[in-house]
């Protein structure tokens, strides 16, 4: 965002305005996390805001200040349509493409009001008027906090807000492990914890949430449902309609379980299939510069981040299996040149000794 745009969103949020926020298909931490973060900061601005989901997202999330006022399109179209109709703002959080918010895009187009695109996922659309994107930030819920700093706004930050940005980045870092965790991302921990962020229980809220199904789908699937394709640094994951079944599955359930077969030794592409209303939902994950966004937007109508992705697919399960691993005989040398092991090298390759005492 140049300097002009910033002053211009700055007059614009002056007054109180009617503002819809809206973010992507499938909400995830950073998505709620963002949108409600801004919501609460915006309340705080005396504006009047709705946020609007295209569908339902985790149980885990229910908690985050402000979640009874959501809006979800899919329930509920009638006043999520009113509300962006009536809207003179709209903000697009934690997505750059209006394929990713399905039908919701519809409505967007049809709106005569300013658009505000804030992101961080690769290869932006350009169909807002202005954007606050950026590819090294870690998460959208980051772009938040700078958007608040911008507007010179820091003061606002309290104890909701905190809490809301808090948790989408914890999640969109894997709690501060990703190489997207720069030393800016835990000064940003550091503000919103003395602003009241209540770290520990909100890492209970989201990852103690498990129901007994939840976990023994996640037990199914690593006794059962892991395919190890040493050859090509690769593992994945798939499951079917009759599996979720089975585990009487819930939104939230398999979130995460990518992230089992990206943890084996030495692979550097996981991946994750499953049958959802009536598509194939994939998730891509990788170590190092095997970059799957580039890989889901080739070959699964996808996209994301360079080591995290997700796409679509109209074919069977059994297909996309097959189209899947038929493809990593063209990805042979990257998979086998990408990744953790030489990061590892790089790590154990400091003689003992040599490190300097503090
Ligand atoms: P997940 O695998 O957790 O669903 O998504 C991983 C990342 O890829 C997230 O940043 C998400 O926003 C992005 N992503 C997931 N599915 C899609 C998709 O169908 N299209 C695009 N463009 N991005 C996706
Ligand atoms: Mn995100």
């Not at 211009?8 to 809206?22: C, G, M, N, R, T």
């Not at 409505?107 to 804030?118: D, G, L, M, R, Y």
């Not at 209970?204 to 007994?212: A, K, L």
């Not at 970059?291 to 994301?304: E, P």
Request: glycine share 6%; proline share 3%; with cysteine.
């Amino acid at each position: 965002m140049n300097a002009k745009q910033l002053q211009e969103i700055k007059s614009l949020l002056s007054s109180p305005q009617k503002i819809a926020i809206v973010t992507h298909w499938s909400p995830d931490g950073d998505a709620m996390g963002s949108s409600l973060g801004f919501y609460n900061y915006l309340i705080k601005k005396k504006h009047k805001v709705t946020v609007i989901t295209p569908n339902d997202y985790p149980s885990f999330l229910y908690w985050l200040p402000g979640n009874k006022k959501v809006i979800d399109f899919s329930k509920k179209p009638k006043p999520a349509k009113t509300a962006i109709a009536e809207a003179n703002i709209i903000f697009c959080l934690d997505f750059n493409s209006i394929k990713r918010i399905d039908a919701l895009g519809d409505e967007i187009a049809k709106s005569k009001a300013a658009k505000c695109i804030i992101d961080h996922h690769l290869q932006p659309e350009n169909f807002a008027d202005y954007m606050l994107h950026d590819v090294n930030a870690c998460s959208t819920c980051e772009l938040v906090f700078d958007f608040i700093e911008l507007m010179d706004d820091k003061k606002y930050i309290h104890k909701d807000i905190a809490n809301c940005l808090y948790t989408g980045i914890m999640t969109d870092t894997g709690s501060f492990r990703f190489p997207s965790t720069k030393a800016k991302t835990h000064r940003i921990i550091a503000e919103l914890i003395e602003a009241g962020a209540e770290n520990s229980p909100i890492h209970d809220r989201i990852y103690d949430d498990n129901t007994e199904d939840k976990l023994r789908l996640l037990g199914y699937c690593l006794a059962e449902k892991l395919t190890v394709l040493k050859e090509y640094n690769t593992a994945f994951f798939h499951l079917r309609d009759d599996e979720l079944k089975r585990f009487n599955y819930k939104k939230g359930d398999t979130e995460g379980l990518v992230n089992y077969a990206l943890s084996i030794k030495d692979i550097c592409f996981s991946a994750f299939f499953v049958e959802r209303d009536g598509v194939i939902k994939t998730s891509f994950r990788s170590k190092g510069n095997f970059n799957v966004n580039l890989f889901a937007r080739k070959h699964f109508d996808g996209g994301g981040h360079a080591n995290a992705a997700g796409g679509m697919s109209d074919l069977t399960l059994d297909e996309c299996i097959i189209k899947f691993i038929s493809l990593l005989a063209d990805y042979k040398n990257d998979l086998n040149s990408s990744s953790s092991p030489s990061d590892k090298k790089t790590l154990s390759s400091k003689k003992p000794g040599k490190s300097k005492k503090k």
